[in-house]
């Protein structure tokens, strides 16, 4: 290190400790009082190891019965969500007054809850695959779906995490989807609410709000937005319908904008790529963008040479 550097290296650090003092949610101090983020995304793959026994073995042990698998896992599982919920159950508001004891026994009555819910995200996610399966004809099998596609894996996060989000446990389900957000460009809140047969394809791009509302058999491309018409309102909107619904069998296709929470897409209806809609659509509707005029400048082609 140069010596102006280390000169003044003292100076700053005392700057930098000094403006720690400033009280703001930037200068909290206290690292252990907080869900660990890393040992929350540790619980995905985990997950993904009881949902998908098949796909997501841990190739470091020879597993010879499934029963010890899964037992082993549920309990890391329980375990660790556990620890993690005492945590993040300081951050409710309503649960500010409650005792380390009460926290305690609220968060593995919560811990409980979840993991008896594994059966149904199971079922769930198995509709899911199939809607993948049967509307993607470049899908090479329900093996590839599980193992490699994004938006599975997006579905099956927010599917734990939606669990989570209806059981009041604050922080952890946003991490939850975050980190799957992260990975594959797809953002669904853990508050939305997703009905069986959900079908993600290619998916980067895709926002769902927290007050969404989707059907079965719903169909959503690349970069479609289920979003709210404003937030102007700030912290007043919180627990108010801000984000529309999706009735059974609809499509969306790419780039597609639908806002609102007064905003209801009827069965049956087809969204066409980059609508904008803020206002409801009846059942079996099809609605699309007008074809605009093309204009090509020059003459180095026919004009049979593009057809469109």
Same mark, same amino acid.
Do not use: C
């Given at each position: ?186 953002? =669904?809140?853990?508050? !939305?609410? @997703? &009905?069986?047969?959900? %079908?993600?394809? *290619? ?61 209801? =897409?009827?069965?049956? !209806?087809? @969204? &066409?790529?980059?609508? %904008?809609?803020? *206002? ?29």
């Amino acid at each position: 290190m140069g010596e102006k550097i280390a000169d003044v290296m003292q100076e700053i650090t005392e700057g930098i400790l000094k403006d720690f003092e400033k009280g703001r949610a930037i200068d909290k101090m206290e690292v252990f009082s907080q869900p660990d983020r890393e040992v929350v995304i540790g619980l995905i793959r985990k997950l993904h190891r009881i949902v998908f026994p098949g796909y997501f073995i841990d190739r470091t042990y020879r597993i010879y019965n499934v029963s010890t698998m899964v037992s082993a896992l549920t309990e890391d599982v329980a375990f660790n969500l556990n620890r993690q919920m005492q945590l993040a159950l300081r951050f409710d508001p309503d649960l500010a007054q409650k005792s380390d004891a009460e926290l305690a026994e609220l968060a593995e009555d919560k811990t409980v809850r979840f993991m008896r819910e594994i059966p149904t995200i199971r079922e769930y996610l198995d509709t899911d695959v199939e809607a993948l399966f049967q509307g993607d004809p470049a899908a090479e099998s329900k093996d590839a779906i599980i193992i490699s596609y994004p938006g599975l894996y997006a579905i099956s996060v927010q599917r734990f995490a939606h669990v989570l989000y209806q059981l009041h446990v604050p922080i952890i389900p946003r991490i939850l989807t975050e980190h799957a957000h992260s990975k594959t460009g797809i953002d =669904i809140n853990p508050g !939305a609410t @997703i &009905g069986k047969y959900f %079908f993600i394809d *290619h998916g980067t791009g895709i926002v769902v709000g927290e007050t969404t509302e989707i059907g079965e058999h719903v169909k959503v491309y690349q970069g479609v937005t289920l979003g709210a018409l404003s937030t102007r309102g700030g912290r007043i909107l919180v627990n108010k319908k801000r984000h529309p619904t999706i009735a059974d069998n609809v499509t969306i296709y790419s780039g597609a904008s639908i806002l609102g929470g007064d905003t209801v =897409i009827g069965e049956n !209806a087809v @969204i &066409g790529g980059n609508v %904008f809609l803020t *206002h409801s659509v009846p059942a079996n509707a099809k609605v699309y963008v007008k074809n605009r005029e093309l204009n090509f400048d020059g003459d180095f082609f026919g004009p049979d040479d593009y057809v469109i």
